[in-house]
């Protein structure tokens, strides 16, 4: 496996690559890697011969209050992951490498980041949209694979690739979870034995919401009242949002006709949680 660090040297290793004729997928993460972000790499190993994985805490997705310093790191880890996990090449750019002194230039997606995390992190989709064209420009993707688990990012990304003519297939991977239904995330090391317990509400307020809809209720507020109480079963939990949208329009519905997405980021003690599941009346 390849450690790049520099956008030349990633610049070098992709024509080397393409001189070959390889076809060439990219993960992009944050590090401190886990099976969600494996199940990532495996869904683009069978679309791509040679697999990028980028590891970079992007300080300007991260809010005033969003504990960037506090980002777990473990490139150690990392790098034994990528490894086994047939990584063809890790990108490990510092801040300094892909935002020199002057850096002045952002990509805004203004559709879909609004509303749910693009309104309680400002500025925090504006940061993603940025990191990921410059990624899509640097390793010139054919595939780039992103998660379910950001629901919205997912849906941002998807509507700038298609914006601004990235010839690159956006494909996403479902949400990994945990045995006991927590969806994996690198902030979860963040929780102590009691709160990881209670982050359980999370998972249990949408299965609960999906039982609820299968049982008959299309009534989305009837539906995000049986999350709310699932979610106030846990003390430490505090809701931030909690919706249910349309999964094309990502616009809040009333009745749930089609399959709907719903939607939650929930505090436990100190750390921000969030999860998603579609929401698919039955006779679809
Ligand atoms: P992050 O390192 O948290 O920025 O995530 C990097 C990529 O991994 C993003 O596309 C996430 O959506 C995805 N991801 C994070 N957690 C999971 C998970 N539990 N299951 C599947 N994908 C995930």
């Not at 209050?65 to 790098?79: F, H, K, M, S, T």
């Not at 809701?239 to 719903?262: H, Q």
């Amino acid at each position: 496996m390849d450690i790049l660090t520099t956008p030349p040297e990633v610049r070098a290793w992709v024509g080397e690559r393409r001189r070959r004729a390889q076809r060439i997928g990219l993960v992009p993460t944050m590090g401190c890697l886990h099976a969600g972000h494996l199940s990532l790499v495996r869904l683009a190993r069978q679309r791509a011969d040679a697999v990028v994985l980028s590891v970079f805490v992007n300080p300007i997705q991260f809010g005033p209050g969003d504990n960037l310093a506090g980002y777990p790191r473990d490139l150690e880890r990392d790098q034994r992951l990528c490894r086994e996990a047939g990584v063809a090449a890790l990108f490990l750019p510092s801040a300094e490498a892909l935002y020199p002194a002057g850096h002045s230039t952002f990509v805004e997606e203004v559709w879909f980041s609004r509303g749910l995390c693009g309104d309680r992190r400002p500025g925090h989709f504006k940061g993603v949209t940025t990191i990921v064209a410059k990624l899509f420009n640097l390793v010139q993707p054919d595939v780039a694979v992103f998660g379910r688990k950001d629901a919205q990012q997912a849906r941002v990304i998807q509507q700038m690739t298609r914006d601004l003519d990235f010839p690159v297939e956006i494909v996403l991977g479902p949400t990994v979870r945990e045995a006991d239904g927590l969806a994996m995330s690198s902030r979860n090391q963040h929780l102590n034995a009691d709160q990881r317990r209670q982050a359980l509400c999370l998972a249990r307020a949408l299965d609960a919401a999906a039982r609820r809809l299968t049982a008959g209720e299309r009534n989305a507020a009837a539906l995000i009242a049986v999350m709310r109480e699932e979610i106030s079963r846990a003390p430490q939990a505090r809701v931030d949002y909690l919706e249910i949208v349309d999964n094309e329009t990502f616009e809040p519905v009333a009745t749930l006709k089609r399959t709907a997405l719903a939607l939650l980021a929930v505090h436990v003690g100190g750390t921000r949680l969030i999860d998603n599941a579609l929401l698919t009346p039955d006779g679809l």
